[in-house]
């Protein structure tokens, strides 16, 4: 993508070191930008150089002794999905999914706080509670066209919510969370082949995935849809991304 005419920043910091969340051996930080509206174009110029949209602001990690954080993205036209991806499809083909605008209910939030409770028994999250205000600034804060949500319903009843940047040659898979009762049928896969299959759909050429850490067993999931490529480096906005083939 050619170079952008981004908007003025309203913030850019780093953050100082601190203990690694995947990594206990290795310390970490990141470099935030803050905007308060982006042209989805702009978002997936960023996109393409490492960053990660969340809420009003941007990251990516700038540690000092640790690159092992690498930025991951799908090669949409070529997937091919495995017989497990194929299998959870199947799975949950009672599921409909729809896309909209983001949007806050009393349904988005018990669904939310119900997956944050299960998550913190079973990997040992800090317990937190979100009020409307809480989910209000971490999702949807910010003038961000780019951003839309997927839906996932059994019947009458939300069991997922799928949060995406919705760009122009792109997907960006930003947050997923469901029902925790939905875990035996492999929601997290169902979930990203719809994405895959909806960015197939709308002729895109990735879709992006975040950060993949090799030593992470949390993240192993992210190297099982190819083809992949991996981004080289955190090249400046003036420079041009190299991303290269995912080798496994």
């Not at 706080?113 to 949807?140: C, I």
Request: aromatic letters at 12%.
């Amino acid at each position: 993508m050619e170079r952008q005419n981004l908007p003025e920043e309203a913030l850019r910091i780093t953050e100082s070191p601190r203990p690694c969340s995947y990594i206990p051996s290795e310390t970490a930080s990141l470099e935030y930008r803050l905007f308060h509206s982006l042209e989805p174009s702009e978002v997936e110029f960023l996109l393409e150089r490492g960053w990660r949209r969340f809420g009003s602001h941007l990251f990516r990690p700038a540690c000092e002794n640790c690159s092992q954080c690498v930025p991951i993205r799908v090669d949409v036209e070529n997937f091919q999905p495995t017989k497990s991806q194929r299998k959870a499809k199947r799975r949950n083909e009672h599921i409909t999914v729809s896309l909209h605008e983001p949007g806050l209910t009393q349904q988005h939030l018990d669904l939310y706080n119900r997956w944050h409770v299960d998550m913190t028994d079973r990997r040992g999250w800090k317990l937190q509670q979100s009020s409307p205000q809480d989910y209000a600034e971490g999702f949807l804060s910010g003038d961000f066209p780019s951003l839309h949500e997927l839906r996932y319903f059994d019947g009458k009843s939300l069991v997922g919510v799928g949060l995406i940047d919705l760009l122009p040659h792109s997907i960006s898979s930003a947050y997923f969370y469901h029902d925790p009762d939905w875990r035996s049928l492999s929601p997290g896969t169902f979930s990203m082949i719809c994405e895959i299959e909806f960015a197939q759909r709308l002729g895109l050429k990735h879709l992006y995935l975040g950060y993949w850490i090799d030593e992470c067993p949390s993240m192993e999931y992210k190297n099982r849809f190819y083809p992949s490529e991996t981004l080289v480096g955190y090249p400046a906005d003036e420079k041009r991304p190299i991303w290269k083939p995912y080798a496994g």
